[in-house]
């Protein structure tokens, strides 16, 4: 699969939100499991976004603007993946969250998009 067609594929599974803040940057929602169970293979999710963020921030970014990742660590735990979705989205107001590998995971946040 080419890199674009990977990016593109990528970028249609994002929950988007309607806010793009005037900021020289959009802040991007990672939210995948660096501790617990899920670590081992969410790991390396969490890698892949932050590659794909810093090589669409070379290529001059998204609508002119740089992209910028905010990390959280639900730790396989699946009520919290819940409590850190509505943090990045309320709290520290991203424009788009990628995440949520399992299903109960996006089961569990589900509610709060």
Excluded: Y
Excluded at 44 to 61: R, Y
Aim: net charge neutral; charged share 20%.
């Amino acid at each position: 699969m080419p890199k674009a067609a990977a990016v593109a594929t990528l970028l249609g599974t994002l929950s988007v939100s309607t806010l793009v803040h005037a900021a020289d940057t959009i802040k991007v929602g990672v939210l995948h499991s660096l501790s617990g169970t899920m670590a081992i293979s969410e790991t390396t999710l969490k890698d892949t976004v932050l590659m794909l963020i810093e090589e669409q921030n070379k290529k001059g970014g998204l609508l002119g603007k740089q992209l910028e990742a905010v990390v959280v660590d639900p730790a396989s735990n699946w009520p919290l993946f819940a409590e850190k979705a509505r943090e990045l989205l309320e709290v520290q107001k991203v424009s788009a969250v990628f995440g949520c590998w399992t299903s109960v995971s996006r089961k569990s946040v589900l509610p709060v998009i």
